[in-house]
């Protein structure tokens, strides 16, 4: 006669192949920042941006936080601007994203930098440099 497992093994190798056929699972969250680009250095590889965030007061002043990224994988860039006319949705003036020529920002744009990885493995998967419209 051999002895069956129990309920709480079943259950236990249950929720672990539910967790791992999540999507996702097992992958890092990517996080983001952005901010205003004060340095570009194509030749170390590095974008520096200082962010409004997390929101902070310190002296009655808004902390702005000074955030330095290593660009050593090949990331995705592109620049978000208004449409001339009409945009791919029809509407009139609508943002639309174009393809941005690699390190082509420059200090005082807006950029986003989203982050795949965690720690030193800390990789930029995509860059947008955003253009700001006065209409």
Known sequence: MTKQP??????AVGLLLLILAMPGAGQAAATRHSGTVVAVDRDAGTIVIEELGPWRV???QTVITRFTVKLDKPA????ARRATGAGPLGWEGEFIEVPQDAWGL???EYATIELTGAGKGQAARRVTVSEFDTR
């Not at 129990?6 to 259950?11: D, K, N, R």
Request: aromatic letters at 18%; charged letters at 20%; glycine letters at 24%.
């Open 6 to 11: 129990g309920w709480l093994t079943v259950s």
């Open 58 to 60: 310190r002296g009655g």
């Open 106 to 108: 420059r200090p005082g």
């Open 76 to 79: 995705w860039w592109t620049r």
